[in-house]
């Protein structure tokens, strides 16, 4: 049992260049989330998902998009990839419910040059 | 203003003493309120989870809340090197879509053997 798992772990970037980062969970879960870890921000949620086809923004969307074709799977793009976006994204599931506790991945590590 | 306030620290105990740490936030709509716990490269994990006011023990780590204050608290009694991490409070509201979290920007504990 994976849980929550991140491709790729690491990756850098030159300025205007476009990515995808893959996250994908098995546990069934229908919702997904993006956050960005930033030192002494916190995570901040960039865009989630509530179900397959589905996707919403959060609270940091602008540059980012999101796609989530199929139930366990939920990608981040960066179209034309800028410094500010330097940054470790976490990707975590959950059920539904405010009890329910996310699972998240560990991490991608991006930097952007 | 950040809606969640968290002090970064660090803050260093010797073995077996308690650690505390908590949590200040603006909007009185939060009602849910977490703990999760985040090793050096890793994914943040929950800990604790405590719904509106009151007290909540699991082991040796207990979570108050006090909605009136706005003011969430964790302590570790007895700890122990291996509860090194950072802490990251998180809370959401009953209404917030897609059971959205707002955290704060994590404590760093290190417990000295």
């Known amino acids: 049992n994976a849980g929550v798992t991140q491709t790729p772990k690491f990756r850098v970037l030159k300025t205007g260049q476009s990515m995808t980062l893959l996250c994908a969970q098995d546990?069934?879960?229908?919702?997904m989330y993006w956050y960005r870890q930033d030192p002494g921000m916190g995570l901040r949620l960039i865009h989630y998902?509530?179900?397959?086809?589905?996707?919403a923004k959060g609270e940091v969307p602008d540059g980012y998009n999101v796609s989530r074709l199929k139930k366990q799977n939920f990608l981040l793009g960066l179209e034309s990839a800028a410094p500010s976006q330097t940054s470790v994204y976490f990707c975590?599931?959950?059920?539904?419910?405010?009890?329910?506790?996310?699972?998240f991945g560990n991490g991608t590590r991006l930097t952007v040059t | 203003q950040k809606e969640v306030e968290q002090d970064p620290g660090p803050l260093s105990v010797p073995e077996g003493a308690i650690v505390s740490l908590n949590c200040t936030y603006s909007n009185s709509a939060f009602q849910y309120f977490m703990w999760y716990r985040q090793y050096s490269r890793k994914g943040p994990e929950l800990l604790m989870y405590?719904?509106?006011?009151g007290n909540k023990e699991d082991g040796r780590f207990t979570a108050q809340v006090d909605k009136s204050s706005k003011y969430i608290s964790l302590f570790i009694r007895d700890s122990q090197p291996s509860d090194s991490a950072t802490y990251l409070c998180a809370m959401s509201a009953a209404w917030a879509a897609g059971n959205k979290l707002t955290f704060g920007g994590g404590t760093r504990v290190l417990v000295k053997p």
């Open positions: 998902s509530v179900g397959e086809g589905t996707t």
């Open positions: 546990m069934n879960h229908e919702y």
């Open positions: 975590a599931s959950s059920p539904p419910g405010h009890h329910s506790p996310l699972h």
């Open positions: 405590t719904y509106s006011s």
